[in-house]
């Protein structure tokens, strides 16, 4: 039997893109297991899905600890026992350290609802709309130490339209996201990608 590919999933909040995984993984367009989703807070939907999926869920809430080192450090020795492929920033939202990144060089890729590097860190969605810019979009990169500035495995774009708001144009940035972030796994999972510096291509 192959070996599973086996993902782990940080999340912050609603938790569409996991349930996305969740829903590709039983189309079958995503071979992969989520084997654990980890949540920096006890309230978010996302905690919710992965429970009602059978995956094991861990909320640490990170007011609990008493430095990123020590909510780190509990992230760390969870996310070894499961010991993934690659770790999924899914809606996560917190800066990790190059301690942590330097643990699975090349394995931590993030979702950002924009086309990086316009409009990194937060609400990139309500930045593009006030820029007036006319193309936006999501990015799927790799996480290094700085704030969504690692090397980009794939991005897709959306026509910002006049009448949009914050929110109608985060919905239809939310809906590339979901198919993106797949893609991205699976090139990874099929070990298609070479990373050059900055550059990501794909092998034939
Ligand atoms: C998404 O736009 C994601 O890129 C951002 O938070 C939004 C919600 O993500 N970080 P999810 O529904 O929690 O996956």
Redesign the pocket.
Known sequence: MRKKFKLAVL????????QALIDNIKLGKLKTRIEVVLSDNFKAN?INIALENNIPAVSLERSGFSSRKEFEGKMLKILEGYTPDLIVL????RVLSKNFIKTFPRKIIN???ALLPAFPGLDSQNQALEYGVKISG?TVHFVDEGVDTGPIIIQKAVRVKDNDSRDSL?AR??KL?HKILTEAIELIRKEKIIITGRQVKYKK
């Open positions: 999340v912050s909040g609603q938790g569409s893109n996991l996302a899914a809606g996560f939202m979702i950002h609802p999501a985060a940035i939310l996201e």
